[in-house]
């Protein structure tokens, strides 16, 4: 079946340290994002890739980075200067035409 | 800028009453806007979606959306809410840059028995 996969569903880190939280699609969409989720705050976008090799910030990429070295996957790594790391953090992708995105199901994160 | 203005935080009705959801959105030229739901812990799932042609639209689950170009605004509606419909709403407008969604603070919505 296509669709976006998160992994993993729930991650748990001690501060300072590093994470990286995947995100791959089957849909063979060129466009991918990555969004963190605060209760009461919508959806923020972090980064987003409209192609290979290229991704631009959102607004709040401060303490996040990403690659994009193969179309499927868009990988997030959240580094210990995010000062408020601990959140739902939600993957996207849709065609670069412009129409629906489609949202994977979401990595909650828990850094203590 | 692209910007979506959700006005209510939280919505509580009774199950079988009439639903609306309020929308509006800023944006210079035609939008693209959009309305998923979300439940607990999970991803979003697209109701419905406007793109151009008829203002009033369709979705799943017995949802419909009306967009008013004068007023800015793309309101969700339900006749009859039943209570799996209990979950967060989110309205989102497609930027400028092409594929970029700007999303609303969602409405939290409450379905009593």
């Known amino acids: 079946d296509g669709g976006i996969t998160q992994s993993p569903k729930y991650l748990f880190r001690k501060e300072g340290q590093n994470v990286t939280l995947s995100c791959e699609q089957n849909l063979n969409h060129d466009a991918m994002y990555w969004y963190r989720q605060d209760p009461g705050q919508g959806l923020r976008l972090i980064y987003y890739?409209?192609?290979?090799?290229?991704?631009q910030k959102g607004d709040i990429a401060e303490g996040y980075s990403v690659s994009r070295e193969k179309k499927e996957s868009f990988p997030l790594t959240v580094t210990s200067a995010q000062k408020n790391p601990t959140a739902f953090y939600l993957c996207a992708s849709a065609p670069l035409t412009n129409t629906e995105a489609f949202f994977g199901q979401g990595t909650r994160l828990t850094v203590v | 800028a692209q910007s979506v203005t959700q006005p209510d935080i939280h919505i509580t009705v009774s199950e079988g009453a009439s639903l609306e959801l309020r929308c509006n959105y800023s944006y210079g030229a035609t939008p693209y806007l959009f309305w998923y739901v979300q439940s607990p812990g999970q991803g979003l799932q697209l109701l419905l979606k406007y793109f151009s042609g008829d203002t009033l639209v369709q979705g799943i689950k017995g949802f419909e959306a009306e967009f008013k170009r004068s007023q800015s605004s793309f309101n969700l509606r339900k006749p009859s809410v039943h209570w799996s419909d209990a979950a967060e709403y989110f309205c989102?407008?497609?930027?400028?840059?092409?594929?970029?969604?700007?999303f609303g603070r969602g409405t939290q919505l409450t379905v009593w028995p």
């Open positions: 989102a407008v497609r930027g400028s840059t092409l594929g970029r969604l700007y």
């Open positions: 890739s409209q192609i290979v090799n290229d991704f």
